[in-house]
Nanobody
């Protein structure tokens, strides 16, 4: 059971960046997926999530309207499209998964709600 995130890097404020996360070892289409991030010295925080079918998404207020999550179940991948980034978006970004058999996606915003985690990819936004 594994998640592998990639796509991070150094960008300038206002730029766009797309993160990717590929799953292996479990039936991806049966899992809700989420992105979290952790800035230096801060707690890991919820960024957004997407339901197993891709029809439902939730976002943190801090990224709503700028970030978009989408998934490709055939490729076992989930993406985080980041637009209009700013220095406050600087963090290590993690993808996470939880079985859809545990229930709906609504309210699943805590780290403890997810039981599969990737290793993280660093995003640094310069001003």
């Amino acid at each position: 059971v594994q998640l592998q995130a990639s796509g991070g890097g150094l960008v300038q404020a206002g730029d766009s960046l797309r993160l990717s996360c590929v799953a292996s070892g479990f039936t991806f289409r049966n899992y809700h997926m989420a992105w979290f991030r952790q800035a230096p010295g801060k707690e890991r925080e919820f960024v957004g999530s997407i339901g197993w079918s891709g029809d439902v998404t939730y976002y943190a207020d801090s990224v709503k309207g700028r970030f978009t999550i989408f998934r490709d179940n055939a490729k076992k991948m989930v993406y985080l499209q980041m637009n209009s980034v700013n220095p406050e978006d600087t963090a290590v970004y993690y993808c996470a998964a939880v079985s859809a058999y545990r229930g709906g996606l609504n309210g699943l915003t805590r780290q403890s709600d997810y039981h599969v985690w990737g290793q993280g990819t660093q995003v640094t936004v310069s001003s």
